[in-house]
């Protein structure tokens, strides 16, 4: 496994990594609460056939400088989709496979509408265009209890942050329950409390008609935070070739973390690697 140390820029600033000597190009984007180390258990299978970037956004507790996550500046996913395209196009990372989680789902399906030949295919992990039901969509919340989720990080931040990562994580890992809890209590309060507003008050699904590159959706069977139905959405909508993969016995919002056998076995056979 081939680490490419040599990085600088805005890439130094999210903690770039390029592990692997592969031809293909892949990234690996992590979600709300999380940060680079969710894809500990994948990468040492995936930098095998890849090249693979990771990397932590600037809302991850583990950026040296806190300062730089500015809400006023993040005030949409759709900035966070400048931030990846300036990151690849620094790293002349192109042709990429991108691997989204969460939130990230949208945030490549934005950049690949901004720049669709950065990208050959996105697999969108767990992602959701909207979390809060409608007459018309199953997002999962209603809106009090998203009002609730934030009334509670920024009243007690730790608190919630144990209790959230207690339902998103299976709970037979308890080392990845442990280490997603670090995770989120290494995030300033304030940050969370800035990006919770905007991850959990999104509504993306107008993005979904302008996604022209190929997508996988994978969604984990029994997920708290996305409803299966979602996935189905999302293909239905999605402009391009879009295929659902449900991994029927993965419980909780993190199938990198906890059914990661189960998710390499489905990107092995999408990919073809």
Do not use: N
């Given at each position: 496994m081939v680490v490419n140390q040599d990085i600088s820029g805005l890439a130094s600033t999210m903690n770039a990594k390029i592990i692997g000597s592969g031809e293909r190009l892949m990234v690996l984007a992590h979600g709300f609460g999380g940060d680079q180390s969710v894809w500990d258990k994948l990468i040492p299978v995936l930098s095998q056939s890849f090249k693979v970037l990771v990397f932590d956004w600037l809302f991850s507790g583990a950026i040296k400088d806190q300062t730089l996550y500015?809400?006023?500046?993040?005030?949409?996913?759709?900035?966070?989709?400048?931030?990846?395209?300036?990151?690849?196009?620094?790293?002349?990372?192109?042709?990429?496979?991108?691997?989204?989680?969460?939130?990230s789902g949208m945030i490549g399906c934005a950049a690949s509408i901004k720049r669709p030949e950065l990208f050959s295919n996105l697999l969108l992990v767990a992602a959701s265009p909207r979390y809060i039901n409608s007459e018309d969509y199953e997002g999962g919340f209603e809106l009090k209890d998203i009002e609730t989720i934030i009334t509670s990080i920024g009243s007690n931040y730790?608190?919630?942050?144990?209790?959230?990562?207690?339902?998103?994580?299976?709970?037979?890992?308890?080392?990845?329950?442990?280490?997603?809890?670090?995770?989120?209590?290494?995030?300033?309060?304030?940050?969370a409390l800035a990006l919770a507003k905007?991850?959990?008050?999104?509504?993306?699904r107008e993005?979904?008609?302008?996604?022209?590159?190929?997508?996988?959706?994978?969604?984990?069977?029994?997920?708290?935070?996305?409803?299966?139905?979602?996935?189905?959405?999302?293909?239905?909508?999605?402009?391009?070739?879009?295929?659902?993969?449900?991994?029927?016995n993965a419980?909780?919002?993190?199938?990198?973390?906890?059914?990661?056998?189960e998710l390499l076995d489905i990107m092995r056979?999408?990919?073809e690697f």
């Open positions: 500015d809400p006023s500046k993040y005030y949409s996913l759709d900035t966070f989709s400048d931030d990846l395209i300036a990151l690849m196009e620094e790293l002349k990372f192109g042709d990429v496979v991108f691997v989204g989680h969460s939130m730790e608190a919630w942050a144990v209790a959230f990562s207690s339902v998103v994580v299976d709970p037979r890992d308890s080392a990845s329950l442990q280490s997603l809890q670090k995770c989120l209590k290494k995030m300033k309060p304030e940050t905007v991850v959990f008050g999104s509504d993306e993005l979904l008609g302008q996604v022209s590159v190929p997508c996988h959706v994978i969604q984990p069977g029994k997920d708290v935070v996305v409803p299966v139905s979602v996935a189905y959405f999302m293909q239905e909508k999605i402009k391009g070739k879009s295929t659902v993969e449900i991994i029927e419980i909780g919002h993190f199938p990198q973390m906890t059914s990661h056998l056979r999408l990919l």
